[in-house]
Each structure stands twice: as structure tokens, then as C-alpha cells.
């Protein structure tokens, strides 16, 4: 299911997996729009509209409600530029008081509902689910969410990507809640899970069932050197049919101001990688290709990968 509507998982093509158009914060869009910097409809169809003449098919769009989603932003930029864009329903890392008390089921109720009905107010639908927990481990809250989103899978046979934290192993709390509620792990995505080069707990993972979102380029703390490192050393392990390389790009964001107070052309995030959502085919794929990796294997990482999580084949 993408924003516009669904489409058979043979048609998705050249996919990035983790993605962003729009982070924000829930509401900030339509409120204080000008926080977001000029044009910025404008600016994202013209910056998709690059990325699918680079080839770019599909992405997903992993803006939750707590990151700001702005689903019919997301449908006009889709139609503008041609890219495909599938976007989650679930949680990110926000806590509002609201979190402290609301019931698992009563939050299933609602993700399914943005998955079989749409976004309230909206006909744009979910096409996969999401949850978070990060350096403070799985907290309560996000136990709730983790636990809902668990639910809302089982109920729809949707996939769910996870957003987590390696340095603290922290997937190994996040399958263990999996498991209890009887997800099916070979639908689970583990998220930035180059953020590591722990190759042991990395194949731990991937032994449990689920697929690795290798999906922040360039990153931070760990080199991009090192993270194609990790994923020529997982393809070299065998794991090649379930990793995903991404970037976690995000295109429109809050524009700083700056300490003489003007308002800088770019955002932070875009400052540190100009090269956007092109970084993977600019930068890595050679990459991969200069290390001996074949062309059909890098395909397949972006293509048949893609297809397989989501048709669940
Ligand atoms: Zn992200």
C-alpha cells in the first residue's frame, strides 16, 4: 500500500527502505510551517523528482505521527514526482503525557485503523509498521506502542521495521516482546543496525529470522567505509536476501537559526550529507562494486529485497 494507493510489490523496483520526506514533530506542518523553511512542497517534488530520474522508484517513508507525518503532503509529492512512497503507521521515540496510561489494544485499534481505513480525515493508508525504543532501552511507554504495533501486525499481516539501537543490543528485548506476542520474526526489520560493526550480534539477529536495515549513509559515529564494511561482510556470511541499505535521508526539516539570526538555505541533516538521497548510488554501490561485490547481488539488495519483505515470499 503506498500513499496513493496500492500497487503490486513487483512494481516497487529500486527501493530505499528507510527514508524520511518530512520530520518534524505531530501538528508542526500545518501550524508553523515557516519553522520548515521556504516552499518546501515545492522543494520535495523537485528533490524526489531528482532521485527517480537517478533511478529511484520507491522509498519508504518512515515519518511516524509523533515525527510529523503529513500524509497528503506525502500523496501530492508522490503523484508530482513518480516515486512510490509507503508510509508507517506505529510509533516513534516521542513520549506525550497521553502515553502514560493509554492501552496496547486501544493504540492496535488505532494503527490498524490507519492501515485498513487511512489517516484520519484522509484516504491515505499505511503500507508497513513501526516502533521505536533507544538508548534508555524499551521504556514503559514504548513497550505500549512496541506491544500495539505487535498486535496491529498479527490482525493485518503487515511488516514492521524497527527502529533500534545496537550499541545496546537493544533488539534482543525488542524480538523477546515480538515473541511473546506470536510475530512472525521473517516480517521484522531491524533498523540502524549499522550503527555497529558487531558482527556477532548482527548475525544473532538475522539467526532469529529478521532482515537488517542497514539504513543510515553516511551516518555518524561509525565511518561509511565501515558500514559498507559490515554489509560486504554480511553478503559474504550468506545474509545477502535480507539486508536493506538505506540512508535515512530526510529532506525537509527545521531550518536552525543561526547565531547572527539569519536562516541558513539548508537544514543540518542536509548539510551533512548533500548528496541526499543519491548518496547510496554515488558513493556505495561503487563502493560495493570496487570490493568484488556483482551487480545482480546489489541489485537484489534494492530490488528483489524489497519485493520479498513486503509480499512476505
Ligand atoms: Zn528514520
Known amino acids: 500500500m503506498t500513499v496513493t494507493g496500492p500497487i503490486d510489490a513487483t512494481d516497487l523496483g529500486f527501493t530505499l527502505m528507510h527514508e524520511h520526506v518530512l520530520i518534524s514533530a505531530s501538528g508542526l506542518y500545518s501550524s508553523y510551517p515557516a519553522l520548515i523553511g521556504p516552499d518546501p512542497e515545492a522543494r520535495a517534488i523537485a528533490t524526489l523528482r531528482q532521485a527517480k530520474a537517478a533511478g529511484i522508484d520507491s522509498m519508504v517513508d518512515a515519518t511516524t505521527f509523533d515525527l510529523g507525518r503529513e500524509p497528503e503532503l506525502l500523496a501530492r509529492v508522490s503523484a508530482a514526482s513518480g516515486v512510490h512512497l509507503v508510509n508507517v503507521t506505529g510509533w516513534w521515540l516521542d513520549v506525550p503525557r497521553f502515553m502514560w496510561g493509554v492501552g496496547v489494544n486501544q493504540m492496535a485499534r488505532e494503527f490498524i485503523r490507519d492501515i485498513e481505513q487511512g489517516f484520519n480525515g484522509t484516504a491515505v493508508r499505511a503500507g508497513i509498521l513501526k516502533c521505536a525504543a533507544d538508548f534508555e532501552g524499551v521504556t514503559a511507554p514504548l513497550e505500549t506502542m512496541a506491544r500495539a504495533v505487535a498486535r496491529a501486525h498479527v490482525a493485518t499481516g503487515l511488516p ?5 539501537y545496537p550499541t545496546g543490543q537493544l533488539a534482543r528485548r525488542q524480538i523477546a516482546i515480538f515473541q511473546e506476542e506470536g510475530v512472525d520474526l521473517t516480517r521484522v526489520k531491524i533498523d540502524h543496525s549499522n550503527d555497529t560493526t558487531d ?20 551516518g555518524r559515529l561509525v565511518s561509511p567505509t565501515q558500514r559498507t564494511n559490515t554489509l560486504k561482510a554480511l553478503i559474504d556470511l550468506g ?3 535480507r539486508l536493506c541499505p538505506s540512508h535515512d535521508c530526510i529532506c525537509l526539516h527545521i531550518h536552525n537559526e543561526r547565531a547572527d539570526g539569519t536562516l541558513p538555505a539548508h537544514h543540518d541533516f542536509a548539510l551533512r550529507n548533500p548528496d541526499g538521497y543519491l548518496y547510496m548510488e554515488r558513493h556505495v554501490i561503487p563502493q560495493l562494486e570496487s570490493m568484488g561485490v556483482a551487480l545482480a547481488t546489489i541489485r537484489g539488495l534494492f530490488v528483489d529485497n524489497p519485493r520479498r519483505f513486503f509480499s512476505g515470499d
Not at 514492521?160 to 533500534?164: G, Q
Open 199 to 218: 558482527l556477532e550480534y548482527l548475525q544473532w539477529i538475522l539467526d532469529q529470522g529478521c532482515w537488517l536495515g542497514l539504513d543510515r549513509y553516511p
Open 239 to 241: 545474509y545477502g536476501e
Open 160 to 164: 514492521i521495521m524497527v527502529h533500534s
